[in-house]
């Protein structure tokens, strides 16, 4: 898998292109939590797009982009990054992690139990 890496900019800007779908600059700018000037926005876009992770297609004067990498496939790679760096490449110790945050409801606790259980009897077959 290709390490994908992403500025906090960058993943807000890719937040919005995966929740709206495609969006020219100013669909974009309106969506973002805190307000950044237009040619921020649009220089984020041009560097996403430099990257790959973003294409375009023009509409009328104006683009409309479109992200190119499912938001799924960053997660994999941020996860992967996390996992090398900070846990030695260990996932029992990454979740040994997550699971020791008391924040964590007793709900979310027995869904993370349950997509364990469901990994262990798939690989059991």
């Known amino acids: 898998m290709t390490e994908l890496a992403f500025t906090d900019r960058e993943l807000d800007v890719m937040g919005v292109l995966w929740e709206r ?3 020219t600059v100013a669909e974009v700018r309106e969506r ?43 997660q994999r790679s941020a996860i992967s990054r ?3 760096k900070l846990f030695s490449g260990s996932a029992e110790l990454l979740m040994s992690q997550l699971v020791s945050d008391r ?15 469901d990994r262990i009897e798939g690989d059991e077959e």
């Open 21 to 23: 779908g495609p969006s």
């Open 32 to 74: 973002l939590a805190d307000p950044l000037a237009y040619t921020t926005v649009l220089t984020i876009l041009r560097t996403l797009e430099d990257k790959g992770h973003v294409g375009h297609a023009e509409e009328g004067r104006a683009y409309r982009y479109h992200a190119r990498v499912e938001r799924s496939e960053a």
């Open 82 to 84: 996390v996992k090398r």
């Open 103 to 117: 924040g964590l409801s007793s709900a979310e606790l027995e869904r993370i139990r349950s997509l364990l259980e």
